[in-house]
């Protein structure tokens, strides 16, 4: 139906869990003032919004060897990101639903990016993307204080082993490492510092992260430019939080990591990451989704 809003969770097959999102299937005729209001209205982290008029056309599609190519656009409370791991995973499990599992492109502002859908044995839908070119950078030592500092946290809560960067996978997100598990617990930053430093420097969340094991992490996301105190699951900050991992040599490529993410807001989601070799290989993120 033109302009239907769905609502799903991603990264979870219990709608009390993982991270809502709105998706447009059929966005047709909406300009970006439609969008911002209906992303607005809903209140979730991000909405997707689906061009079905932009599909490639059979020739394309023979050529890529995939499915349907769609562009999509993804709108906070606040304002437009360039990318959103958790609604694409929603917007791929509410496809498949309806259309079937298999493979897809998505145009989406940070690059095309591939997405495949199954459907198991218990219907349950589990949908994996494969992320653009990841990269990182070095966090100025000034521009560290400050964001420490925006998020109430020392120097001292750092773990040494995980330095800080601001790594991309379609957007960007620095990623701070907390020395241990009841660090990540305690989130308590000062919102107007935060959300000004992240405009400045173009950062969509902040991924604090907890090493548990060498593939296991926890995570937290603040995601204040959009209007939203903490983000339940970030596919894009787990996509990138694996590019970081390999660029760094911190992982030894291929390997597989599972992140743990908002269990301490009461939403526990799952994130599935492949880690493949190659520096400019995308990092695969997959999960479960369901309507709510």
């Not at 198991?120 to 990182?136: C, E, I, N, Q």
Request: charged share 20%; hydrophobic share 45%; net charge negative.
């Amino acid at each position: 139906m033109k302009n239907e809003v769905l609502r799903y969770v991603a990264f979870s097959a219990d709608p009390a869990g993982g991270n809502p999102a709105g998706v447009v299937l059929d966005a047709s005729g909406l300009d970006e003032a439609a969008m911002a209001r209906i992303a607005a209205d809903l209140g979730y982290s991000e909405t997707a919004f689906v061009f079905p008029g932009q599909e490639a056309g059979p020739a394309q599609e023979a050529e890529a060897g995939e499915g349907a190519c769609f562009e999509v656009r993804y709108f906070s409370p606040l304002i437009e990101v360039p990318f959103c791991g958790h609604a694409t995973i929603a917007t791929a499990v509410a496809h498949a639903q309806r259309h079937g599992a298999g493979e897809l492109t998505f145009r989406t502002k940070a690059g095309e990016i591939r997405v495949s859908t199954e459907i198991g044995p218990d219907a349950a839908v589990m949908a994996t993307l494969v992320s653009v070119a990841p990269r990182s950078e070095p966090v100025p030592p000034d521009v560290t204080a400050e964001l420490l500092d925006a998020l109430r946290w020392s120097a001292d809560d750092l773990d040494p082993a995980l330095p800080v960067r601001a790594a991309y996978a379609g957007a960007w997100h620095p990623v701070i490492a907390a020395a241990d598990r009841a660090r990540l617990a305690r989130l308590d930053y000062d919102g107007p510092a935060l959300s000004a430093l992240m405009a400045r420097h173009g950062w969509t969340t902040v991924n604090l992260v907890w090493r548990e094991s060498p593939s296991v992490f926890h995570s937290r996301n603040p995601f204040p430019p959009g209007g939203v105190v903490e983000d339940p699951a970030t596919g894009a900050a787990a996509a990138a939080l694996g590019g970081y991992l390999r660029t760094e040599g911190l992982v030894d490529a291929p390997t597989k990591l599972t992140v743990y993410q908002g269990y301490d807001m009461g939403r526990p989601s799952t994130i599935r990451v492949r880690v493949p070799e190659g520096a400019a290989t995308g990092i695969e993120v997959g999960g479960t989704g369901v309507a709510i």
